[in-house]
């Protein structure tokens, strides 16, 4: 998360096999979407949600006010009126799907959630023949590598040369200056704190379903 209002998902999907890749996003808003600009947006009365994704391959989109699986009380759960719950207010759900299987895929999608949307309508982006993104929204310069032969790349950096943060680097080089964490593939964490640049960083951390088979695993061993 970007203060105050950006959030960034950098998603890297690899398999041992082609397949089809998707990314999905659900509202229980009216969802919009321009396909053009790989842009949606969903609204109430105080604050507008909007996002733009990128892909590291042609994508489809679709959208939808109807799940694919119809969501039924099979458990029988009731309000406390004791009638019992229904799930049929329309919900929205988009899907982005690339067009070709493939064993790899990268999808950067920024998503600003304001009372004013200005920020994200006055960002700018650019990329290159390599497959890197660079853009510029607010006070924050994004630049991020959807080339899936290339090692997976993502640093943010404030106009203010005050925070920044990478993904896999051996460092980060703000004004002027390098510092260099324990570990060359963490992810690294730059920010000013009480007038000082403090560094710090973490290594992939497994999903909390993997750590507890783990965990029993051990266990029984």
């Given amino acids: 998360m970007l203060k105050p ?4 998902i950098y998603d890297e999907l690899e398999s ?8 999905l996003i659900h509202s229980l808003q009216q969802m919009k979407t321009d396909e053009a600009n790989q842009t949606f947006s969903a609204s109430l009365p ?13 994508v489809k989109w679709e959208l939808a006010d109807t799940a694919d699986v119809p969501a039924n009380n099979w458990l029988g759960a009731k309000y406390a009126d004791g009638s019992l719950k229904t799930y049929d207010n329309p919900q929205w759900h988009l899907k982005v799907t690339s067009q070709d299987k493939c064993k790899s895929m990268r ?9 004013d949307t200005g920020l994200f309508e006055k960002k700018s982006n650019k990329s ?5 993104i660079d853009i510029s929204v607010g006070q924050w310069n994004i630049s991020a590598n959807l080339n899936t032969n290339l090692h997976p790349d993502l640093f943010i950096r404030k106009t203010d040369e005050k925070t920044a943060f ?10 002027g200056k390098i510092y260099s964490g324990k570990a ?13 640049m403090i560094i710090s960083e973490t290594g992939d951390v497994l999903p909390w379903n993997v750590q507890e088979a783990i965990r029993n695993l051990n266990q029984q061993n």
């Fill in 16 to 23: 041992g096999h082609e397949a089809s890749w998707s990314w």
């Fill in 184 to 196: 060359n593939t963490s992810s690294k964490l730059l920010e000013m704190i009480d007038r000082k």
């Fill in 166 to 175: 990478s993904l896999n680097s051996n460092e980060i080089v703000l004004n």
């Fill in 46 to 58: 105080n604050a507008t949600g909007t996002g733009k994704l990128f892909a590291s391959q042609p």
């Fill in 107 to 115: 999808f950067l999608v920024i998503l600003q959630i304001s009372p």
């Fill in 128 to 132: 290159d023949e390599n497959g890197k």
């Fill in 5 to 8: 209002d950006i959030v960034i």
